[in-house]
C-alpha cells in the first residue's frame, strides 16, 4: 500500500502513562502496515493541543490517533472535526466513554490494523460532532456529552484537587459536591429542526446534553443516544431532595435513571442553555460559562472504527 502519514496524539498524564507507550507500540505496528507516522506528546494539554495543531497544519496527515481517554479524544476532534482527516482512537484512559460508543479496540496492535484496514480500504464511520459556543466565546466540539449542573459542578471540584488521582478523585469530587449541591434556575430553549421549540425554565439538578450514550466513565446517562442520527438527546434532572438525588443518581450507571418521573428527554438539532453563575462541559474539558449555543453538525467526523450497530 501507499505510504501515509498517522499523528499519534499521546498524553503523558493519561492513563498513568500507558499513553506513551501505547502510542509507541501502535506507531511499530503501523511502521510495519507501511504507514508513516509521528508522535506528538505535550508537557500539558495546552502544548500537546498547540503541537497538535501545529503538526496538522504542516503534515497534513490523512488521520489523528488519539492515545488516552476522552480529554485525549477532544483535543484530537478540535484538529480534525469538519475536516477530511480521519480520527482513531486508542483507549488507554481513565474514562474511555467515546470509545466504548464507536466500538474500537483496546490492544494498539489490534488498533493499528483498524486504522490500516480502514486508511486502506478508505471504509470510515461518519459521525455526527457537537459543537458548543459559551458566553465568552469559547467554541468547542465534542463527539459525547455536555453537562452542566451537577456533573460540571464535580468537575470544577475535581479539577481542584490533587489527590487523589484517576477515577478516585471524580468519585471523591461526587461525594463532596453531594453535600452542597443544590438545585439551580435553568431556562432552555430546544429546536428539534420542526420549526417549533420547547422552553424549560426551572430549577434542575442538571442537563446533559448528548451525542453519544455515556460520559464519566460509565455513566449512561442518554443510553438511546447515536452519535449518527443527527439529533441530540437532551437529558433534563428536576429540583429533588438530596435523599432522593442520593438514590437516582447510582441509578444511571445502568442507565435505569430515565424511567423516572423526574427525568425529562427530549431531542434537538439546537439548544441554548443559561443558568447563573454556572459552567458548562464537553466530554469532560471545561469550555466556559453559561448561557451557551450547542448545535449538531450531521457527519463532520470520519472515525476509523466498524461500522455502528
Same mark, same amino acid.
Given at each position: ?25 501502535? @506507531?511499530?505496528? +503501523?511502521?510495519?502496515?507501511? !504507514?508513516? $507516522? ?6 500539558? #494539554? =495546552?502544548?500537546?493541543? *498547540? ?59 489490534? @488498533?493499528?490494523? +483498524?486504522?490500516?484496514?480502514? !486508511?486502506? $480500504? ?6 455526527? #460532532? =457537537?459543537?458548543?459556543? *459559551? ?59 420542526? @420549526? ?114
Amino acid at each position: 500500500m501507499t505510504s501515509a502519514t498517522v499523528v499519534l496524539l499521546a498524553n503523558p498524564a493519561s492513563g498513568r502513562g500507558r499513553s506513551v507507550k501505547a502510542a509507541n507500540a501502535m @506507531a511499530d505496528r +503501523l511502521h510495519t502496515r507501511g !504507514l508513516t $507516522t509521528r508522535i506528538v506528546c505535550g508537557t500539558s #494539554a =495546552g502544548d500537546a493541543q *498547540a503541537q497538535l495543531a501545529d503538526v496538522v497544519f504542516e503534515c497534513k496527515p490523512q488521520a489523528v490517533v488519539a492515545c488516552g481517554g476522552d480529554g485525549t479524544v477532544s483535543m484530537a476532534l478540535q484538529a480534525v472535526a469538519g475536516t477530511s482527516i480521519a480520527l482513531g482512537i486508542l483507549p488507554v484512559g481513565t474514562g474511555n466513554d467515546n470509545a466504548t460508543a464507536l466500538g474500537v479496540p483496546s490492544d494498539p496492535r489490534a @488498533a493499528a490494523d +483498524l486504522v490500516a484496514d480502514v !486508511l486502506r $480500504t478508505q471504509e470510515f464511520v461518519e459521525v455526527d #460532532a =457537537g459543537r458548543v459556543t *459559551a458566553f465568552d466565546g469559547v467554541t468547542r466540539w465534542f463527539l459525547g456529552v455536555l453537562s452542566s449542573g451537577f456533573d460540571s459542578s464535580v468537575n470544577e471540584r475535581a479539577n481542584t484537587m490533587s489527590w487523589p488521582s484517576g477515577q478516585a478523585r471524580y468519585i471523591a469530587a461526587i461525594v463532596g459536591e453531594l453535600r452542597v449541591f443544590r438545585a439551580i434556575d435553568y431556562t432552555l430553549v430546544i429546536d428539534a429542526g420542526l @420549526a417549533t421549540q420547547t422552553r424549560i425554565s426551572k430549577p434542575g439538578m442538571l442537563v446533559a446534553v448528548a451525542n453519544g450514550p455515556q460520559y464519566g466513565g460509565g455513566m449512561k446517562v442518554a443510553p438511546a443516544a447515536r452519535m449518527d442520527d443527527g439529533q441530540l438527546d437532551v437529558i433534563f434532572l428536576d429540583e429533588l431532595t438530596t435523599p432522593t438525588f442520593l438514590r437516582v443518581f447510582p441509578t444511571v450507571y445502568a442507565g435505569t435513571h430515565i424511567r423516572r418521573p423526574e427525568v425529562h428527554q427530549l431531542r434537538a438539532t439546537t439548544i441554548s442553555i443559561d443558568a447563573p453563575g454556572q459552567t458548562v462541559y464537553a466530554d469532560g474539558e471545561r469550555v466556559g460559562p453559561l448561557p451557551a449555543q450547542i448545535e449538531i453538525v450531521r457527519r463532520t467526523v470520519r472515525v476509523m472504527t466498524r461500522p455502528l450497530p
